[in-house]
């Protein structure tokens, strides 16, 4: 493509700095010598898909190779789609502006429920056939992977292959049967390796309504398919020249794995459930990553990625090193996921010496009797004492989050985050004494999505109406000038349960929403809920079986070919242990 | 603590990124490459640059102006070579001098005038645009809408345009060189040129370069000679304080 012609496209378009590439550590490796090439897919915005580590990852791995190329690509904004689509111009990668479909396959992350769509209009706008059966010897191989692959079924009849769990370690594997040449033979070797997912080899089951049958594999595929992980983090390979975008991603800075997996057992987090074992970097690693790093970035900010980064062993030497290195060169440490306890509280208190920010809790739930639930392990004394060590430290700005909806939540549940925000308020009042004026809380209100393989997968969520009720009365009792109250729109919340607990049925929703105008539903201007139940009835289905099913523990369930580590006997008993200890 | 000004270019791959991103982007390249940055008291320490007047986003320019603080001297030449390695394709140092210790600061608000060459290939038609600029330069008022920023502004360009020339044509593209008043005195943007040309729309493309940027206007009427200093490293030797 002449860069004349996209020059009048970028002149039309908002943030044009989004298809241009250029940026520091952007590779251009040249594609005839290489053997295999990938172009690799974030369903969002740009900046939103620059801030996955995971793309960072993959793309230092395929291009560190010398027989494998990666670009990459992601959701044009309807702007910029417009334009393509008027003038008859396929979506095309960055680094070359090659068409997609000239690459030998599309590696496409499935990020979060709501982006689905977005991948179905970034197939169309490739020029390629959103379905497999169509596609011909020379269209590339769709292939996914990410989050969501742990239930692939919603995706499955749009991919070619999916891989589950983590891809460090098995892009090469793939990248090796890609290269191998004719489709059939790429497809049947990608069958092999372990963890991937070849969907045309499985055909669903469905007995009843909402998300009841399993999945069964046709000849010669195996019965279950585990999941990818990394054994040793600290040997994975990770990038520390990561691309630097000129736009500001929602994370610009260096992105400084310390651990992956999360032991605490929430029951209500997948997350949790599917990155098993809780695995970390050693501190000589992780020190000489970020002096890399920031030499190769320029970032003025290192955060420390994990689920919950105070439960790193050497979290305190971790810290003291890297704020002794740095400091004084104006670069700053960051911790995204804070345990609510004084401890935290004086870890962050020595990183922040730099940037104080605000410090995020997340509560979840009002009551004791339902924390015990969802096993959330944090007390309230823990969260006072948080706070109070949060105050004398110097901070004024808090954010709590709260889940609304988990199972066994009534009125008086609900009624408990108000009166909890309440006394916090008032705490905070009386601890910060001549500071009080510039205390601000955010309250952050989420509602609970049943997700695969977590001890929660079986139950209902609540109705869309009594998630709007529970948000009424948490709008009636939590106000005032120091709060700020937000919270996830309902509709929202009931998709993603619908499509996280989907089966190859919801596929065919996905795909009529996309064709009557859905796209970038994660985004609320976009979001249309009404069209999504319009949707879902087009192929005679209803969002509500999915999301509102209580499901029964002997049910088979679309996900039960997948294998994530935690048997399913272990889930009901951990899932019958929430249950009867309210009992009790 | 020492200064340094430099003139830098920003070129047709980075002409899409705004002067914000522009400006994160030369930071980090400061750091990438290992500069002695000189830093902000308090709570949220940021190097200390000041910029030249903004581009418009989708323009190239080779005569772009800022001015770095370091915490110890470093040699000019070395400070561009080092920082030319660690910045991205097509934005560039071409020239860099240090402040004198008199001055205090340089954050280049006597920049009053901006040359540009806007390029414009497409449907236009060489005599038609000759006529339609002199036009506009034999009219004592020329007033455009403001919009964006509330309330609407109703400005007169006239006064801003110093001068207005077709500099090159051929078949299907044309070069105009302008030289505009900026600045907080007011301004004229070269868009809002094109636009009064009528030069705007689907059938052409238009590609704007600022070339120089000036201080010192005389009075700028129509057919004014004005004694132009182009920012340059002797001004910043001149005037004391």
Redesign the interface.
């Known amino acids: 493509m002449q ?2 012609d996209f ?2 496209l ?2 039309r378009v908002t943030k ?2 989004r298809y ?1 590439d ?3 550590n952007a590779l251009h490796k040249d594609a005839a010598r290489v053997r295999a090439r990938f172009a690799l897919i974030s369903p969002d915005t740009y900046e939103v898909g620059m801030s996955h580590l995971g793309l960072h990852i993959l793309y230092h791995v395929l291009n560190s190779h010398p027989d494998y190329l990666a670009e990459r690509a992601f959701a044009p904004w309807p702007d910029m789609e417009q334009q393509l689509r008027s003038r008859g111009l396929p979506l095309m990668s960055l680094e070359s502006r090659t068409p997609l479909r000239d690459f030998d396959a599309l590696g496409i992350t499935l990020p979060y429920e709501l982006t689905y769509t977005n991948i179905l209009n970034i197939l169309d706008l490739a020029g390629v056939p959103i379905s497999p059966a169509d596609r011909g010897p020379d269209d590339p191989l769709i292939i996914g992977g990410g989050p969501g692959a742990v239930n692939p079924e919603p995706m499955a009849e749009f991919f070619d292959a999916i891989l589950v769990g983590e891809g460090e370690e098995a892009i090469l594997e793939i990248a090796d049967a890609v290269a191998a040449g004719d489709r059939e033979e790429t497809l049947a070797r990608l069958g092999e390796i372990e963890g991937l997912y070849v969907p045309s080899h499985y055909e669903g089951r469905f007995e009843g309504p909402g998300p009841r049958g399993g999945v069964a594999p046709r000849s010669g595929a195996p019965t279950a398919i585990k999941r990818r992980f990394v054994s040793d983090l600290d040997a994975a390979p990770f990038p520390t020249n990561q691309i ?1 975008p ?3 991603a929602v994370h ?1 800075r260096v992105t400084l794995e310390i651990m992956r997996g999360c032991t605490r057992g929430c029951r209500f987090c997948q997350a949790g459930a599917t990155y098993r074992p809780r695995r970390e970097r050693t501190l000589d690693t992780l020190l000489r990553q970020a002096e890399e790093a ?7 900010e290192i955060s420390l990625l994990a689920f919950t980064s105070v439960d790193y062993s050497h979290i305190d030497e971790l810290v003291a090193s890297l704020v002794a290195r740095f400091a004084d ?2 670069i700053g440490v960051a911790m995204p996921s804070l345990r609510a306890d004084a401890f935290s509280v004086s870890l962050a208190d020595k990183i922040q010496q ?3 920010t605000g410090l995020t809790f997340a509560p979840e739930a009002g009551t004791q009797r339902l924390r015990e639930v969802i096993h959330k392990q944090l007390r309230e004394d823990d969260l006072f004492a948080a706070a109070e060590a949060a105050f004398s430290a110097g901070w004024t700005r808090l954010k709590l989050f709260f889940m609304i909806g988990p199972p066994t939540e009534t009125d008086d549940d609900v009624a408990a985050i108000a009166d909890l925000v309440r006394r916090l308020v008032a705490f905070a009042r009386g601890s910060l004494g001549p500071r009080r004026g510039r205390f601000q809380l955010s309250v952050s209100i989420a509602s609970f999505v049943p997700k695969p393989h977590t001890p929660f997968q079986w139950t209902p969520q609540a109705s869309t109406e009594a998630l709007e009720h529970k948000l009424h009365l948490l709008h009636q009792e939590i106000r005032g000038r120091a709060i700020k109250l937000s919270w996830t729109d309902s509709g929202v919340s009931a998709l993603e349960a619908a499509v996280s607990r989907g089966d190859r049925r919801v596929g065919r929703a996905i795909e009529a929403a996309w064709s009557m105008g859905a796209k970038f539903d994660s985004w609320g201007e976009h979001f249309d809920f009404e069209r999504w139940r319009r949707a879902f009835a087009q192929v005679d289905l209803d969002l509500c079986d999915y999301a509102n099913a209580a499901l029964e523990f002997t049910e088979a369930l679309p996900w039960d070919h997948i294998s994530c580590g935690i048997e399913k006997s272990a889930l009901r008993r951990e899932a019958e242990r929430a249950f009867t200890r309210q009992e009790a | 603590m020492a200064q340094l000004v430099c003139r830098y270019r920003k070129g ?3 002409k ?3 002067h ?3 400006k ?2 030369l ?6 490459a ?1 500069m002695p ?1 000189a ?1 902000t008291q308090g ?5 200390k640059i000041s910029y030249g007047p903004p581009l418009p ?2 323009a190239t320019g080779d005569a772009e102006l800022l001015t770095v603080h370091l915490a110890q001297p470093v040699n000019p030449s070395e400070f561009r070579e080092r920082v030319n390695e ?1 910045l ?3 934005i560039e140092l071409t020239e860099a001098w240090t402040l004198p210790t008199y001055k205090k600061k340089e954050t280049f608000g006597e920049i009053d005038v901006a040359e540009y060459r806007v390029r414009v ?1 497409g449907d236009v038609e060489p005599e038609d645009l000759q006529r339609r600029a002199r036009e506009l330069l034999d009219r004592a008022e020329l007033t455009v809408h403001r919009g964006g920023r509330r309330p609407e502004r109703v400005v007169n360009l006239r006064p801003h345009i110093i001068s207005l020339s077709l500099a090159r044509s051929e078949r299907e593209e044309v070069e105009l060189h302008m030289r505009l008043r900026t600045g907080s005195h007011g301004g004229a943007r070269p868009q809002e040129i094109v636009a009064l040309l009528g030069l705007e729309g689907d059938r052409r ?1 238009v ?1 704007y370069h600022r070339t120089g940027l000036y201080a010192g206007a005389e009075t700028p009427t129509p057919h004014s000679r004005g004694v132009w200093h182009r920012w340059s490293r002797s001004r910043s030797h001149k005037e004391r304080g």
């Open positions: 860069d004349l020059d009048v970028l002149s044009p700095a241009t250029g940026e520091w630097v000129f736009l500001d610009s920031v030499a190769a970035t320029g970032y003025d060169r104006g730099v940037r104080k | 047709e791959q980075v899409w990124i705004s914000l991103d522009l994160r982007t930071e980090r390249a400061l750091r990438r290992d940055l830093l709570h949220n320490p940021h190097p986003l989708g660690k991205p394709r097509g290939t493309i590609y």
